[in-house]
């Protein structure tokens, strides 16, 4: 599987490593890059923050603990959002599945386990049988599953995730982004210092977008 730069880095270092490292502020080039083509945001005014992920990469599932505290504790001026990368076609499947659980309510109850199953237990849920009979032994209503996994609702999403993926132009993931054109790495060596960096970059955007706001006239 192809990982973002970042994501080679971190690969030996403990995801329990949150502690800080940086003596100075991060550095372009080195601890941040901007995006060769900057993106617009949906957050009115607010800075955004996007993570590309896929079920079946091991750094997405380890580094998924940490981002569910870390984004429980951003301020009300951040707002944050999962992308499903689809880098080829066999990533396509789990893009469904995470924008099917989406729309059924079913994240916070199977977001996790979907994670386990694929990278621990080796379940292909890729393949729609064996993920009916997946979810069918959680509780989850069959019929309203396979109903929505082909809705076009989700076929609408699944394909905004694949544009997405390609304007964005990462090779891998995990991949975060701050205000469209900031992404931490490549030179990080833990999950920690990647939300870190993260932080830096939300302070940043959020400095700019104030810039951009015209004063209002007293």
């Known amino acids: 599987m192809k990982l973002l730069k970042a994501a080679l ?12 490292v940086f003596a100075a502020d991060p550095v372009e080039g080195r601890n941040y890059t901007r995006l060769q083509m900057p993106q617009p945001t949906e957050a009115n005014g607010k800075v955004e923050v996007i993570e590309f992920f896929w079920y079946g990469c091991s750094h997405c599932g380890k580094l998924e603990p940490l981002l569910k505290s870390w984004v429980k504790q951003l301020p009300a001026d951040v707002t944050f959002k999962k992308v499903p990368a689809i880098l080829n076609e066999s990533w396509a499947p789990g893009a469904r599945l ?27 849920l890729g393949s729609e049988s064996i993920l009916l009979d997946w979810v069918a032994g959680r509780g989850v209503d069959r019929k309203a599953f396979a109903d929505t996994y082909k809705s ?10 694949a544009e997405m993926t390609q304007e964005y132009g990462f090779s891998g ?46």
Not at 9 to 20: C, D, E, G, K
Not at 112 to 124: E, K, S, T
Request: aromatic residues 8%; hydrophobic residues 45%.
């Open 152 to 161: 076009f609702t989700v076929e609408t999403k699944v394909r905004k995730a």
């Open 9 to 20: 880095a971190v690969a030996a270092i403990s995801t329990l490593a949150l502690q800080p």
């Open 98 to 124: 995470y924008y099917t659980l989406e729309a059924m309510n079913l994240l916070d109850r199977l977001g996790d386990a979907v994670f386990d199953a694929m990278l621990n237990q080796r379940i292909n």
């Open 173 to 218: 993931v995990p991949a975060l982004v701050v205000g469209g054109k900031y992404s931490p790495g490549p030179e990080l060596n833990s999950y920690g210092q990647m939300l870190q960096v993260t932080d830096f970059l939300i302070a940043k955007n959020r400095a700019e977008l104030k810039k951009q706001t015209p004063a209002k006239k007293k």
